[in-house]
């Protein structure tokens, strides 16, 4: 299993990853370079203003925590289908590299905003990471495209998970998977 966080809000920091620490649950954080700027219309969460945003300090920490992978999801936080050529190299090139940046680590996963996307998006974004999330609703399998990730949400309620734990959903396996291979090989 592997459990993914959207957004870089601190509280995945302060709330989120001390239980994952309890349990060692691998972790995949995609951050939108914008909102760790501060940039107001990166902001990727409506009605979450009160949020504060990680800094670039807690990524550098984040991204040395054996646990913690970090991954991009865009500079802006907007629906990718619909900007322009250079826009786009902005968001998937450049937030890349300004992650690679302050993380000093290869950063090649992504996920798509909103999990909105499209097969000249998708055509891009495999020419920049290895993995992408496209959102879903369905477990995956050895089969399931690295750039096409599936997952399942977890909302704020937590009434659905218990039936969601008992079954033999695997959220995220192929992701899951590929992490055991590469921690093998960097050991």
């Given at each position: 299993?592997?459990?993914?966080?959207?957004?870089?809000?601190?509280?995945?920091?302060?709330?989120?990853?001390?239980?994952?620490?309890?349990?060692?649950?691998?972790?995949?954080?995609?951050?939108?370079?914008?909102?760790?700027?501060?940039?107001?219309?990166?902001?990727?969460?409506?009605?979450?203003?009160?949020?504060?945003?990680?800094?670039?300090?807690?990524?550098?920490?984040?991204?040395?925590h054996p646990l913690i992978?970090?991954?991009?999801?865009?500079?802006?936080?907007?629906?990718?289908?619909?900007?322009?050529?250079?826009?786009?190299?902005?968001?998937?090139?450049?937030?890349?590299?300004?992650?690679?940046?302050?993380?000093?680590?290869?950063?090649?996963?992504?996920?798509?905003?909103?999990?909105?996307?499209?097969?000249?998006?998708?055509?891009?974004?495999?020419?920049?990471?290895?993995?992408?999330?496209?959102?879903?609703?369905?477990?995956?399998?050895?089969?399931?495209?690295?750039?096409?990730?599936?997952?399942?949400?977890?909302?704020?309620?937590?009434?659905?998970?218990?039936?969601?734990?008992?079954?033999?959903?695997?959220?995220?396996?192929?992701?899951?998977?590929?992490?055991?291979?590469?921690?093998?090989?960097?050991?």
């Amino acid at each position: 299993m592997c459990v993914t966080f959207d957004d870089a809000y601190d509280n995945f920091r302060t709330r989120a990853l001390p239980l994952l620490e309890v349990h060692q649950v691998p972790v995949l954080l995609y951050v939108p370079v914008g909102f760790i700027l501060g940039e107001p219309a990166a902001d990727p969460l409506a009605g979450a203003e009160h949020l504060g945003a990680l800094t670039v300090d807690d990524l550098r920490e984040l991204s040395s925590h054996p646990l913690i992978r970090i991954g991009a999801h865009s500079w802006t936080h907007r629906d990718l289908r619909r900007v322009s050529a250079t826009d786009l190299s902005r968001e998937l090139e450049d937030a890349r590299d300004q992650l690679e940046q302050w993380t000093g680590k290869e950063v090649e996963d992504f996920c798509y905003p909103r999990a909105l996307w499209d097969a000249a998006l998708e055509s891009r974004v495999r020419d920049t990471y290895a993995t992408a999330t496209i959102g879903g609703g369905r477990s995956n399998d050895s089969t399931t495209d690295l750039l096409r990730l599936q997952r399942v949400s977890i909302r704020r309620g937590t009434e659905h998970l218990a039936p969601l734990l008992r079954s033999p959903l695997c959220i995220e396996e192929a992701l899951a998977d590929w992490f055991r291979r590469r921690r093998r090989t960097a050991q």
